[in-house]
Every structure is written in C-alpha cells, then in structure tokens.
Nanobody, 122 residues
Framework: VQLQASGGGLVQAGGSLRLSCAAS????????MGWFRQAPGKEREFVAA???????SYADSVKGRFTISRDNAKNTVYLQMSSLKPDDTAVYYC?????????????????WGQGTLVTVSS
C-alpha cells in the first residue's frame, strides 16, 4: 500500500485546511485509516481514525474541530481541520491500520505516507 499525503501549508490561527491522503490499495474501503501528527521536538501522536463500519474517532485535542472522512471511489481519506491553533503545527501523516491493535496506537499502522507540514501562525 502506498500513501500520498497533501494539503499542508501555512494558515493563520482560526483558519482551516483540508488534508488529503490518496491510497493505492485495491481494497481501500475495508481499511481503517488514521491521521497522526508530530510536532517539533515531540513524539508522533494520534489525531483521528476512520474505521470501516465503525464511527470515526478523534483525539480529545482535536475533537469538534477536525473531521476525518473518506471517498472510497477515489481511494482517498481527508482530514478537514478548522479553528486551527498554533499548537496544531506539526507534520501530519496518514496511515493504514494493518494489525488488530488499538486504532489510536501508532504501532497498529503498518503503512505510512510521507507527511505534510501544517504551520499555524498566531
């Protein structure tokens, strides 16, 4: 599975961005897709997951501001980010869950995109 993330950029606090992640998998629709982020000097952390059949899940820090969605016809998962804060500044990664572990655990994801940088200015 190959993943290509895009959509990052520079935005002012309070603004919005939409990230996209295109996947090459033929059975894309059955995979749990996740977004993680890594801020400078910090560990990578869970942001959101879109699970097949199950409702989406979010980190508390983004709940109510970010929305994950997918378009199976385009093999693409999106992360709509609104009310952005400087603390949201990070490299954002999309990933495909490949094991039975927790959807919020980085180790459960076996395929990763290259990351896209989001910078939120104050």
């Amino acid at each position: 599975v190959q993943l290509q993330a895009s959509g990052g950029g520079l935005v002012q606090a309070g603004g919005s961005l939409r990230l996209s992640c295109a996947a090459s998998a033929r059975t894309f629709g059955t995979y749990t897709m996740g977004w993680f982020r890594q801020a400078p000097g910090k560990e990578r952390e869970f942001v959101a997951a879109e699970r097949w059949v199950v409702s989406a899940s979010y980190a508390d820090s983004v709940k109510g501001r970010f929305t994950i969605s997918r378009d199976n016809a385009k093999n693409t998962v999106y992360l709509q980010m609104s009310s952005l804060k400087p603390d949201d500044t990070a490299v954002y990664y999309c990933a495909v869950k490949s094991s039975s572990g927790s959807y919020s655990s980085e180790s459960s994801y076996g395929y990763w995109g290259q990351g896209t940088l989001v910078t939120v200015s104050s």
